[in-house]
């Protein structure tokens, strides 16, 4: 193999790969990227066993062949070259030595038989649809930063999509929890989803995935079955293929949490309401529990935070809250930054009941993004 390469490209596809392969291993050949040039292309091969992701860009290929390399010390060699330098690799006549000269710089890296690659795992997909790269993004975006990180509970490691039916309209939902939040968020169904099997995405696949949409200029083609999950992204000059086991198990039944009858309805502006809380819990920003309280009244709302070592806060605010019953509820400052953070109207909805009961947060307008947060004890 001979080959010619910009740097830009080649780097952005080997941080794909080396996030991709397990670097803590005793076979060896795990932690490698399997490189293969032929007619214009180089494709770049990584896999942990449980998820394979093969990625393509356009290239000069002087003589087609196949290496298998360090992921980490490939990735780590070509972060460190000349960014206005053509890389040139030329693999050995035995096929034993990578050759990497980029102007006055060379570096010889020992290669692994290409035959000792894994078999990338196959399966019958039996579903497939396709979505436009921002509703994906959105989807992901809006729901990621509510995935546990959990040993026992692993069903709860991912994000879990499904099809769901309302009002006769066919919606793709997604939804995550930690038990402590839950965020659920949906887009109308393409063609194919209907009677899609119920999947959960692990983690580390939703954050692969989510680096390679970034790149992406036309729809994600996606493919499921029972087991697996298979995504195809392309951009200008690029595609990559993303295969990944599923997590087994069974999603806890959230919908009982989406409906609860919490029948008193805050609605504020939602970047002055983060804006205040984000002052108001500065006084917590290094206490465990990072709890802020919330007092609403009669179109008034507080909101304090109280910190043994740093002190107290306190922030009154003007709100749309016509109940003269008071209603006091705390939550994570963090928790509820996130939130605010996917609400991209200018108003937001809190639906309260009492201090033991769940939040309910909505972005006003949007009944196709809900969010849980538990309440806290202080």
Known sequence: MHISIEKAPFLKVLG????????????????TVLLHAVDGQLSVTATDMDM???????????????VCVSASLLHDIVKKLNDQKVIDLTVSDDGSRLFIVSGRSRFDMGCLPVEDFPQLVQSDITHRFTLPAPVFRHLIDATRFCMAVEETRYYLNGIHFHAHEEAGVQY?????????????????????????PQVIIARKTVQEIRKLLDDAEAPIQIGLSSTRV????????????????LVE???????????????????VPTKSFAESIDRVGTVVTNDKLRAIRLSACDNQATLSAVSQDYGSATEEL???FAYT?????????????EVAQQINTEEMELLLLDSDSSLVIQPVGNPHM?????????
């Open 230 to 245: 298979e995504f195809n992204v392309q951009g200008a000059g690029y595609d990559a293929v993303l295969t990944a086991r």
């Open 16 to 31: 794909h790969g080396q996030s991709v392969v397990e670097k803590k291993t005793t076979v060896p050949i795990i932690s």
């Open 249 to 267: 198990g069974t999603f806890p039944e959230y919908q009982a949490a989406i409906l609860v009858e919490n029948d008193k309805s805050l609605i």
């Open 318 to 320: 003007d709100v749309d």
């Open 370 to 378: 809900i969010f849980i947060l538990m309440p806290m004890e202080v």
């Open 325 to 337: 019953d008071k209603v006091d509820v705390c939550f994570n400052v963090r928790y509820m930054m």
């Open 172 to 196: 793709l939902r997604a939804v995550a929890t930690d038990m402590h939040r839950l965020a659920c968020v949906e887009c109308e169904a393409p063609e194919g989803v209907k009677d899609m």
């Open 52 to 66: 394979a992701l093969i990625e393509r860009i356009p290239v000069e290929v002087k003589a087609a062949g196949s």
